[in-house]
């Protein structure tokens, strides 16, 4: 595949597209403290809000005191579930806005911290606390489960209604899902004839793939504040309302909050741009979408914010799987059996089943022909998981063992046996290989100076033991996304104009590149006018924020530099009238260069408007256009991408990730020597962007790998480290060395033939391969020194 519907998508010279080190436009705000999250705005005369929450892993609330904590001075404001206004207040919202028939709020806590129907409203935070603290909560504590083996166990207490599975998929034969049983829902993928495959292998192995739940951690806490005003712009009989800290514009932002309260766009005001870093992360929370109706009951506005501990929420959901895998002499791999036990969590969250790992997951990338995999999701009180998760498909490193494994049992290399086992690249029966996937060995090899060797097979100098990881992924793009670009011409200026936000992906700099690119101009001479008004939001799943909106934009500049052409042409043509300054008569100008061509004759570069058969005949750009004032829009998106048509079965872009990790056998201690990844996102549009995403998915991965886990009380569901103490994360200190090698092959389909990374090079078993490789033994992720001794027999 490649750019072949858009204009100029087969472009091979750049001069601003794919360059490093340029800024982003917001990065000094950032960089200095001035950014405003939701948390950071104070209104004048403004309200704390919080809700109650729940001390227990299940709970329903069965009494409140309002009246005592409405006596305490400073309390504006008391809601409950017997209040109409919040319990009709469900019918009009959604985790995504929009109708819905599920409650917005009521008054069970699906696990610990989850809200319930009772919110206080008081001139502070503090006082909110003695609020709730007064309204001295009743509470039916009912059974929880924390443990999902134990959950799936049939005579488990039911925890919550089970509304059942999605209809079964069958990549060439399988049975539909059975019925859901306790808590537990079931999914199932086929292809082929499992029970043949095993008969055909030479060899089988059969292993566990285990996964723990870990956190994302957005860095700034989700918060809102809103109120209402009068507005004479906009049907001035309705009030509009300014909200700030709803900005996420991949769930509609703003207007998904304004239509809970039936607002149309135009009645919605948001001035901040700041999220703050969301990997992935499409739901709204709670604080985000009830300020505006406690601002309409106490007339004032209202800020209600998340503190940390109601922010360790899932970026993973809790996964077991037993895999057992057929495989002939030579490597290739003739039956895959999976089955996994899943944790479902607390709604609203993915519950994986078919998302991701049964429909487009590792083994449809494999020339396999039997596969079997059955998933039971089960539902649980650990957690939430608003992400669409930062691995994706989730399981993808249980093929990742397997090819390890593989190579160990035939005493070859990994990168080997994941070659041989890579289909081509249109599916399962081509025998060709994928040009981009052989590039990045190619370049992986080199790179890290890659000698792979046995279990145990090299010992460092420090007498530490040396381990080597090695992982294939495609690089996708989700294509579910449409932009509305719009750019103007005025005073000689090009303006973007976007909503933002900036979620810390600068997809809004992406596309002024592009911009630039297209009207041969510098990066600098594009002017970006963030407004809450513009219908511009370069936001999309699985890298669509850059590389779809960029295909938008740079189908938008095109239009934008024919009506520049044109106008350059009636500048020079009919130049405007002289006039006088009141010192002899007017002057006359010289005539213009461009005077006598046609638009088609013409071009732009440097930031001249030229005549391409005389590059020396060339104007500025303000000079050249006058005073004209020119606009250009385009709506809609770039063909679909491969990967998403084919879920895993077409292969155009791909990337490997490789590590070096050094095992201290006395002390259990791991330490990651390096990373090195190479990757082909089709084309770079912002080398920046694109480093740090590897820097950001390699810091998830060591987290995972080597630190992360949940720990909870079995007996009160509640969980014991949800604090940035006990909770370990990856800091500046502890982040290995990544190498990074880029390749453009401009094989994707969107701007200038890029897909994308996303969540591809994150991982869950790359590092944990490298340590069984250096010590001959599995230790499940996370990796703690504790794990790796007692795996040595050393604990």
Not at 36 to 54: C, E, I, N
Not at 492 to 515: D, H, L, P, S, Y
Request: proline share 7%; net charge negative; with cysteine.
């Amino acid at each position: 595949m490649a750019d072949l519907a858009g204009v100029n998508g087969q472009r091979k010279e750049f001069k601003v597209v794919g360059k490093p080190n340029l800024p982003g436009k917001l990065s000094y705000s950032l960089a200095t403290g001035m950014a405003k999250f939701g948390a950071d705005y104070v209104f004048p005369d403004m309200l704390h809000a919080k809700f109650l929450r729940s001390p227990y892993g299940n709970a329903e609330v069965k009494s409140v005191d309002v009246a005592a904590a409405k006596k305490i001075p400073g309390v504006i404001d008391v809601v409950t579930w017997e209040d109409p206004d919040l319990m009709s207040f469900g019918a009009r919202g959604g985790m995504m806005g929009g109708g819905s028939p599920e409650p917005y709020v009521d008054r069970t806590a699906d696990m610990e911290d989850d809200e319930v129907a009772v919110i206080v409203v008081a001139e502070t935070e503090e006082l909110c606390d003695l609020a709730l603290k007064a309204l001295n909560p009743q509470w039916e504590v009912r059974p929880h489960i924390v443990d999902i083996l134990e959950g799936r166990d049939p005579d488990a207490p039911l925890i919550r209604p089970n509304k059942g599975s999605r209809g079964g998929l069958s990549m060439g034969g399988g049975d539909q899902n059975p019925p859901p049983r306790g808590n537990v829902n079931f999914f199932n993928v086929n292809r082929g004839d499992i029970e043949a495959g095993f008969r055909e292998a030479d060899h089988i192995i059969e292993y566990d793939f285990n996964m723990p739940a870990f956190s994302g951690h957005a860095p700034n806490p989700f918060a809102s504040v809103a109120y209402w005003y009068d507005d004479p712009r906009h049907n001035p009989e309705k009030q509009s309302l300014h909200i700030e800290g709803a900005v996420w514009t991949a769930s509609q932002g703003k207007d998904a909050v304004g239509s809970m309260y039936g607002l149309p766009p135009e009645k919605v005001r948001q001035e901040g741009y700041f999220q703050g870093g969301k990997y992935c992360d499409w739901g709204f929370r709670k604080v985000q979408q009830i300020t505006p109706l406690l601002s309409k009951r106490v007339g004032r506005p209202v800020r209600m914010a998340l503190d940390r501990k109601e922010m360790y929420d899932f970026n993973m959901n809790q996964r077991f799987c037993h895999l057992k895998v057929g495989f002939k002499k030579n490597g290739l791999i003739t039956a895959i059996d999976d089955f996994s036990i899943a944790d479902a969590g607390v709604p609203p969250v993915s519950t994986l089943g078919t998302n991701g790992d049964q429909s487009y997951g590792p083994y449809f990338t494999t020339r396999c022909l039997n596969i079997k995999q059955a998933m039971e999701v089960v539902n649980s009180n650990r957690g939430k998981m608003y992400t669409s998760g930062q691995h994706c498909p989730f399981n993808w490193d249980s093929l990742t063992m397997a090819v390890y494994l593989i190579a160990e049992k035939l005493g070859k290399d990994p990168i080997d046996v994941a070659t041989l086992n890579l289909h081509g690249p249109t599916d399962y029966t081509d025998p060709d290989t994928v040009p981009s996937y052989e590039a990045c060995v190619k370049e992986g090899r080199n790179m890290m100076d890659w000698k792979w060797h046995p279990t145990g097979g090299k010992k460092l100098a420090d007498g530490r033991m040396h381990g080597a990881g090695f992982r294939y992924q495609m690089c996708p793009r989700h294509s579910f996304s449409s932009y509305h670009s719009k750019l103007e011409l005025r005073n000689g200026r090009v303006r973007m104009g976007t909503q933002g936000c900036c979620t810390g992906i600068f997809a809004v700099e992406g596309n002024a590149m592009v911009v630039a690119e297209e009207l041969g101009l510098n990066y600098d001479d594009i002017f970006i006018d963030f407004d809450y008004n513009e219908p511009f939001a370069p936001v999309g799943g699985g890298s669509d924020g850059t590389t779809a909106s960029a295909w938008v934009t740079k189908e938008c500049a095109n239009i934008l530099k024919k009506r520049i052409l044109e106008a350059a042409v009636e500048n020079a043509n009919n130049p405007p009238a002289p006039g006088g300054f009141g010192f002899g008569p007017p002057q006359k100008p010289a005539p213009s260069p461009l005077k006598g061509y046609t638009p088609d004759e013409l071009d732009m570069a440097d930031g001249n408007v030229y005549v391409k058969a005389d590059p020396a005949k060339a104007v500025p750009l303000a000079r050249a256009v006058g005073q004209a004032h020119l606009f250009a829009t385009y709506q809609g998106r770039p063909p679909t991408a491969l990967w998403a048509t084919g879920m895993g079965r077409y292969l155009d872009t791909m990337n490997i990730a490789m590590c070096e990790v050094a095992v201290d056998t006395d002390t259990g201690e791991v330490e990651i020597l390096r990373f090195g990844v190479v990757a082909d996102p089709g084309k770079v549009i912002r080398m920046t962007s694109l480093e740090s995403q590897i820097e950001q998915v390699m810091n998830f991965s060591t987290g995972c790998q080597l630190l992360e886990d949940f720990f909870y009380d079995k007996k009160t569901g509640v969980k014991l480290n949800a604090n940035m103490f006990d909770y370990k994360k990856v800091s500046m200190l502890d982040m290995p060395h990544v190498d990074k090698k880029f390749l453009e092959t401009q094989a994707g389909n969107a701007a200038y033939g890029s897909n994308g990374i996303s969540h591809s090079l994150a991982n869950t078993h790359l590092v944990i391969c490298a340590i069984h490789n250096a010590i001959g033994k599995w230790v499940d992720p996370p990796a703690t020194p504790d794990k790796v001794l007692q795996a040595l027999g050393k604990a």
